[in-house]
Nanobody
C-alpha cells in the first residue's frame, strides 16, 4: 500500500509563493507517475502537473506553465510543487496522487492514479 502525506498549503497573497510537499511511504519506489491535481468549489478536479518517477519528465497544465514547478527527491520519496506568481484563480484544494500501475489512462487524467492524498487547501487573496 501507498500513503501520501501533503503539507505546505495555506493562505497567501496574490503574487506570492507556496511550496507544497507530498511525502510518500510504502512501495513508492515503484510509482510510475506522481501528479498534482486541484479542485475548486463547484468545479471538476483538474490536472496541474505530473512527473515520471524514473527519468523525471515533467508535464504541466497550460494554466500553470511557467509559474509552477514539479520536482522530486528520490531519496526521500517526496514530490514538490513550487507555486510562484500565484493568482486568485489558483485557489483550490490541491491533491497529490500516485500512479503505480499504468492502466492506459494518460498522466493528465485523474483516473490514471491509484493513490491520493487527503488534499491541502490553497487560498490566494487579492
Amino acid at each position: 500500500q501507498v500513503q501520501l502525506v501533503e503539507s505546505g498549503g495555506g493562505l497567501v497573497q496574490a503574487g506570492g509563493s507556496l511550496r507544497l510537499s507530498c511525502a510518500a511511504s510504502g512501495r513508492t519506489f515503484s510509482s510510475y507517475t506522481m501528479g498534482w491535481f486541484r479542485q475548486a468549489p463547484g468545479k471538476e478536479r483538474e490536472f496541474v502537473a505530473a512527473i515520471r518517477w524514473i527519468g523525471g519528465n515533467t508535464y504541466y497544465a497550460d494554466s500553470v506553465k511557467g509559474r509552477f514547478t514539479i520536482s522530486r527527491d528520490n531519496a526521500e520519496n517526496t514530490v514538490f510543487l513550487q507555486m510562484n506568481s500565484l493568482k486568485a484563480e489558483d485557489t483550490a484544494v490541491y491533491y497529490c496522487a500516485a500512479d503505480r500501475y499504468y492502466n492506459g489512462k494518460p498522466y493528465y487524467s485523474a483516473g490514471a492514479y491509484e493513490h491520493w492524498g487527503q488534499g491541502t487547501q490553497v487560498t490566494v487573496s487579492s
